[in-house]
């Protein structure tokens, strides 16, 4: 299938327009269509398919950058996302709003790791994104010891319990998407961090041991 390639230097041009099959990318530069490559940050990519390969030469993907198939539309179709060796930032909440349970990052790349069922910073301190489905248990996930910080919008809707040890000492927090946090249940150690942020964000929680 041929997709429509274009380019704009940001979102707002690009809103409103009938067309399927676009990736929009920021780039300090625009570049002739003769010599079409990519390069900077991704943040508009629209393909009806269950797998995204993110085109190589792309430096970040951006906030939000899997947009609905349909305007209106509350997610993506993705469900597998391949990053190549070229990105190096993973901005949060990449992946919010979307299903996404499976990424393969190419070993040459400095954006994150696969660990646990979720995508971490390459140092493993920071939680990215839960892998959806692939979690430890059906709907649960459980933040491994060693964690410091978890992203905002950090999971999908389907997950419905998160596990905190108290290594986490800080939270992002997206005003935008409250909503997703509606059916959020945190478990935490009673005076941590996480019971805290759960408490100031009006998040269910549950003190554990």
């Known amino acids: 299938m041929v997709y429509e390639l274009r380019k704009y230097n940001s979102f707002n041009s690009f809103r409103g327009e ?8 920021e780039a300090d530069e625009v570049l002739d269509d003769d010599n079409l490559r990519f390069c900077g940050k991704l943040i508009t990519h ?5 797998t995204v ?4 030469g792309i430096e970040a993907l951006g906030y939000s950058f899997l ?4 305007w209106g539309g509350w997610a993506s179709s993705a469900d597998m996302v391949h990053i190549p ?3 190096t ?9 979307t299903y996404v349970s499976n990424i393969t990052i190419d070993p040459e790349s400095t954006c994150g790791i696969i660990k646990e069922n979720g995508l971490y910073t390459r140092d493993g301190k920071t939680l990215l994104w839960i892998l959806g489905e692939n979690t430890a248990e059906d709907c649960v996930y459980v933040v491994p010891e060693g964690v410091t910080r978890i992203a905002a919008d950090f999971f999908s809707s389907n997950i419905e319990e998160v596990i905190i040890a108290n290594s986490v000492v800080e939270m992002g927090y997206d005003e935008k998407k409250s909503y997703i946090y509606k059916q959020l249940t945190i478990k935490a150690p009673m ?9 100031e964000h009006e ?6 041991e």
Request: hydrophobic content about 45%; proline content about 4%; cysteine-free.
């Open 18 to 25: 009938d067309n399927f099959g676009v990736i929009a990318w």
């Open 46 to 50: 629209v393909f009806n398919d269950s």
């Open 53 to 56: 390969n993110v085109p190589n």
């Open 67 to 70: 947009v609905p198939y349909f």
């Open 85 to 87: 060796a070229s990105v």
């Open 89 to 97: 930032t993973i901005e949060e909440g990449a992946f919010v709003d």
């Open 191 to 199: 005076g941590s961090y996480a019971i805290k942020f759960a408490k």
């Open 203 to 208: 998040i269910n929680y549950e003190e554990i």
